[in-house]
């Protein structure tokens, strides 16, 4: 029984120590933010935690932290999804947004 209780313990710390390591690499220049990035997954990964909304937040492939000039956003209407390109490797994320559209027709 004790083991659980540690475990819950761990997991709190580590969840804290993430959004700490996020808000870091918001602020912070982007090779340091890189850094903080990479920490970050690696003890979301150790402590098995879901990232969640943060996975939008950086690249998947280079771990950089998305902003105005080094990512471009994009609407695909067609598609219903947003099209995030990272410039600094080329990689392409995308994730829809045809639910909360479905949600807004449903309101009016």
Request: proline residues 1%; charged residues 40%.
């Amino acid at each position: 029984m004790a083991y659980k209780k540690d475990e819950e313990k761990f997991k709190g710390l580590a969840e804290e120590r993430v959004e700490i390591l996020f808000g870091l690499a918001k602020t912070d220049t982007e090779e340091s933010a890189r850094e903080y990035l990479k920490s970050a997954i690696r003890i979301a990964k150790f402590c098995n935690l879901r990232l969640g909304n943060k996975k939008g937040l950086f690249c998947r492939q280079c771990q950089t932290f998305f902003n105005p000039e080094n990512s471009r956003v994009r609407l695909n209407s067609k598609k219903k999804r947003v099209e995030i390109l990272c410039l600094r490797c080329g990689y392409k994320r995308f994730y829809g947004y045809g639910k909360e559209q479905k949600e807004k027709r449903r309101k009016k």
